[in-house]
């Protein structure tokens, strides 16, 4: 449920090389993609609010903890609101269950005629490792040309020294621009930088 609300605040959510940069900034290195054994229900919308709650099972004998995750978002004409909260799967190693990790959102996003402009500020706590991490992701699409211009924005600062910062929790920054051209439902032509 976490992951799902990027699509709102990041114009390439999952395009190529920059969405792969910019959600390590999204997920803040707590939140997953998917999550599976789980259960989720979701809300039937009202008066624009849509809320959705989730719960993984941990399936384990030996004692993990389970994902859980809650999701908000309002919509009111151009504006929109997002927020959500993540706490994934933690398995035990070796007999020791790790101390449970957390991730929190919110988002919104605004459209001014062909415009959209969007912001969000993640935070994670990775307590088995008692550091914090933050990030702030920009992004903008503007309709031109029969297609669709966007840039994002993002950056993750994490509190680990560098000699235990890895992939996931280093500190990054990304830029990224690009266009995407619908030549029909099944197919886009798009070029992207960063």
């Given amino acids: 449920l976490y992951d799902d609300l990027s699509e709102e605040i990041d ?9 792969d940069f910019s959600k390590l900034a999204w997920r ?14 979701s809300a039937p919308k009202m008066a624009g609010l849509e809320l ?8 384990q004998a030996t004692g993990g903890h389970s994902a859980f995750a809650l999701s908000a978002k309002y919509e009111l ?5 997002i927020a959500a909260y993540d706490r994934p799967l933690v398995l035990p190693a070796a007999g020791v269950t790790p101390a449970q990790s957390d991730a929190y959102m919110a988002g919104a996003a605004y459209r001014i005629g062909p415009v959209r402009l969007s ?5 994670g706590d990775l307590k088995a490792e008692k550091s914090k991490l933050e990030a702030y992701t920009v992004g903008a699409t503007l309709d031109l040309g029969g297609g669709t211009a966007k840039a994002v924005y993002s950056r993750l600062n994490s509190e680990l020294p560098l000699a235990k910062q890895t ?12 266009y995407d ?5 099944r197919t886009t032509l798009y070029v992207l930088g960063m």
């Fill in 11 to 19: 114009p390439f959510r999952n395009d190529g090389i920059v969405g």
């Fill in 28 to 41: 803040v290195n707590v939140a997953n993609s998917r999550i599976s054994n789980s259960v989720t229900y």
């Fill in 52 to 59: 959705a709650g989730q719960y993984g099972f941990d399936e």
């Fill in 77 to 81: 004409r151009d504006l929109v609101l």
């Fill in 119 to 123: 912001a969000s500020y993640n935070y």
């Fill in 167 to 178: 992939k996931k929790n280093r500190d990054v920054s990304v830029t990224g621009i690009g």
């Fill in 181 to 185: 051209y619908t030549l029909s439902k």
